[in-house]
């Protein structure tokens, strides 16, 4: 499961493509996409790209009863806990792609790095990746492609194996 | 997407015998099961039941790491919440079904009230039934059978559909 | 920390009278009361009840920005999390006192039998009554008045005693 | 209420002794200080500072028992939601303060400025106070020392008098 997190409303239209085709991507790669589910920006286009390419698309929502749901969601976990849901995201994600920036973003990245998720910052800003570089050292990488994202997130999957049970 | 709750660890035989008949029953009406995903009594039997028929199962599990998981989910929600994401399981359901009866499915089967979800009760004895349907009206059904708690969840579904947009 | 939970519009004049006095007889003990904040039904009462004689009360608020809250309330958290913040209110309570019963008193009843809390059911029907005790046993008693609720919480708390390091 | 986040067990002394000064300040303004309530680095510090000036201590904790809690808070609210209790902190806030920086704080921040509360870093460097001001613009204030940030918070609380009913 791929975490995919990224502004709604705010987002700029460079983020949405770049998060379209990297959920494409992720879909071919046989992994689903997670993300906050709502019906805008990074996640709608996340959820949309995945969705066009047959992949399995988990929202965790804000809200209690899911009106806020892209429908490009297979499944909608409703949560009703606003902003609290953050953190589920990122517990539930096994690398986390932060694509745009934002607080709620940047909240996830920073719940990401203390729940020693590794995380990969496409297209951030110098600024952004300084900041979180300090905070989470090598497990937070930074690209400007949704390929090197991907290639990045298979790097920390196979890592990963040989310390899995 | 149908809720079924119950206990684990505590949960005697005759639950889980209902529980994996009810599981494989809802991925046969092509629903998803969404349950607390942890590897023991209700929850595990729900999974299996259901995966053995080609359904979709879903688990918001309490802990942060998912080491508790059911190998027979489908996507693994993991909250680090312990009780707390009791709450979660009853809102990302369209019919709550509890199956035998726990202090944590008790408070699942009061939640899914409050948030005016449907609730079937499978094989509860008469002291719960009463008690719920106090709180809960015609919103609560009692069946002793999983053919027909699928039967009131086909209602409940249907009723429901004319008040949708 | 005595947790009270409640009916908030939905509470009968009878449990609002209940609470009130419960809540100046906790205070009068030196206890704090805690409970779900919102400025209705019980949990109004009981903070007054405190209040009026010199008690902290703490609320637990599912909401946001606290719009909702008691006016009596020392201590407001803000949880956004609508009913998900009930585990939070028993988690929090040393004792858990329910004062006329609910769907949303009821959930917080059975978490805090899971959560092995001490429970005790103030002016509570047969049927309820009957049903909590199959579920929590001897860590949850009935009681008809106020007076006998101060003395099973203050009996739960000396009992707890020596267990604690 | 004032909420003051930093590092647990990471925190640098430097942090924590801005962080026992600050809550001094707080308590002296009359105001009560919220934090995550682990006793360790700042989280214990500013406890300390305020209850030696006779001020109210709030810890939202992470656990649902409360071991971990600082031995200097008045009142303990046990989440058992980990870092999920990060929200519930800021939204509980009336002022945000960071003092020291970690991945949890770093989240705090970013919570905060999407909840729409005001921040103050308090001794935070250069390149997380630009990162945060470009997420928060004005509602991000950055100090060098304790007696600035309460300056800080008075305007912010000032500012906020007439738009409340």
């Known amino acids: 499961v791929i975490g995919v997190m990224g502004p709604g409303e705010g987002a700029v239209a ?6 379209r085709r990297l959920g494409a991507l992720i879909a071919r790669e046989g992994w689903a996409v997670l993300c906050g589910g709502v019906a805008a920006g990074v996640m709608e286009a996340v959820c949309q790209g995945a969705r066009e390419q047959g992949g ?3 929202g965790v929502l804000p809200g209690a009863e899911g009106s806020e749901a892209s429908a490009a969601l297979d499944v909608a976990i409703r949560t009703g ?5 953050n953190n589920i995201n990122v517990l539930s994600s096994d690398v986390v792609v932060a694509c745009g920036m934002s607080a709620g973003t940047a909240s996830e990245v920073a719940l990401a790095i203390k729940a020693r998720r590794p995380v990969i910052l496409l297209g951030a800003d110098e600024r952004a990746a300084a900041f979180f570089r ?3 050292g090598d497990r937070v990488r930074v690209t400007a492609d949704p ?3 991907v290639r990045a997130a298979r790097d920390f999957l196979k890592s990963r194996r040989p310390a899995d049970p």
């Open 14 to 19: 460079d983020a949405c493509r770049l998060a």
């Open 56 to 58: 399995l698309t988990i």
């Open 81 to 85: 806990m606003g902003s609290g849901r």
């Open 134 to 136: 300090d905070l989470g």
């Open 147 to 149: 390929e090197d994202a």
